[in-house]
């Protein structure tokens, strides 16, 4: 099975899945909530491995180890505060980007663009607001939105992509040979 075909499976199954998590947001949010809390005990475990292999930095990836294995295990013990931690922490993002937005706009607004970033930057502090308001509500669902919204991308840009022209891969490789190491 050539490349090409690799990638649109590989985007098929992520469309897929985004979808599925966009029609059962709230089994995507546990979903995604106990992959945030198993990948964070994995990097903890990483970094108390690398503290004791090493003397340099050592109290700090001890440090951050336990912290993310104790984090981690909290999502997975409780994963209904899991998701709510990261309906807050998604809250706070679309915020703070929303507000820099906001700024960007004002400090460009002599351009004719400047529409584009008030109008994401409303929408996001608007997220914001919403995912605040109704943060019970928005724990259940809005992780899971997330995550569906980054597999139909994903999968839509895996089935759209096109393989690179010869021209552009032989321009390409002899730029990377003319590069010293």
Do not use: C, Y
């Not at 340099?56 to 013990?77: C, D, K, M, P, Q």
């Not at 400047?114 to 928005?138: D, K, P, Q, R």
């Amino acid at each position: 099975m050539g490349t090409r075909i690799m990638m649109i499976l590989s985007g098929i199954i992520l469309l897929i899945g985004g979808v599925f998590a966009l029609v059962l947001p709230g089994l995507a949010s546990l979903t995604a909530t106990l992959i945030v809390g198993w990948t964070l005990i994995l990097a903890g475990i990483f970094h108390g491995v690398e503290a004791w292999r090493t003397t340099e930095h050592r109290w700090w990836n001890t440090g951050f180890g336990l912290l993310a294995v104790l984090l981690g295990l909290s999502f997975l013990i409780n994963p209904l505060s899991g998701m709510l931690s990261l309906a807050i922490v998604l809250g706070a993002l679309f915020f703070s980007t929303g507000l820099m937005q906001l700024w960007l706009a004002w400090q460009r607004r002599q351009t004719d663009s400047v529409w584009m970033l008030v109008v994401s930057g409303v929408l996001s502090v608007g997220l914001a607001l919403l995912i605040a308001f109704n943060l019970f509500t928005a724990a259940a669902t809005v992780p899971g939105i997330m995550l569906a919204i980054e597999l139909i991308s994903t999968g839509v840009a895996l089935i759209l992509m096109r393989p690179v022209p010869e021209k552009l891969n032989a321009q390409a490789q002899n730029a990377a040979a003319k590069t010293p190491a």
